[in-house]
């Protein structure tokens, strides 16, 4: 089992800045590549970005590419999401998500085995 949990999450003004962490504990030696989705109210819960176990490879919606950045710090076992320029359609509750001893990048749910509880993110306007 590997347990994950995010913080960083708040309240900001539509350009401000952002910086979510999800910790990864228990059987991290087989958390490979890892992801953010987001799930606003009344909508699916959709893909954000991924990156791999090494951190050289990652992938990013259209919607968040050039203003959200991907990281990881396997040494802390933990995963980043940097988000700059916020805008109001990026208010959701956002997820960290990871894959079982598989490094290849996904945007599917299905295709994450673990996932954290959640941060909201509310960005004003």
């Known amino acids: 089992q590997v347990q994950l949990v995010e913080s960083g999450g708040g309240l900001v003004q539509a350009g401000g800045s952002l910086r979510l962490s999800c910790v990864a504990s228990g059987r991290t030696f087989g958390t490979y590549a890892m992801a953010w989705f987001r799930q606003a109210p009344g909508k699916e819960r959709e893909f954000v970005s991924a990156?791999?176990?090494?951190?050289?490879?990652?992938y990013y919606a259209d919607s968040v590419k050039g203003r959200f950045t991907i990281s990881r710090d396997n040494a802390k076992n933990t995963l980043y999401l940097q988000m700059n320029s916020l805008k109001p359609e990026d208010t959701a509750v956002y997820h960290c998500a990871v894959r079982f001893y598989r490094d290849y990048l996904s945007v599917e749910i299905r295709d994450y085995d673990y996932w954290g509880q959640g941060t909201q993110v509310t960005v004003s306007s």
């Open positions: 990156i791999n176990r090494s951190g050289g490879s990652t």
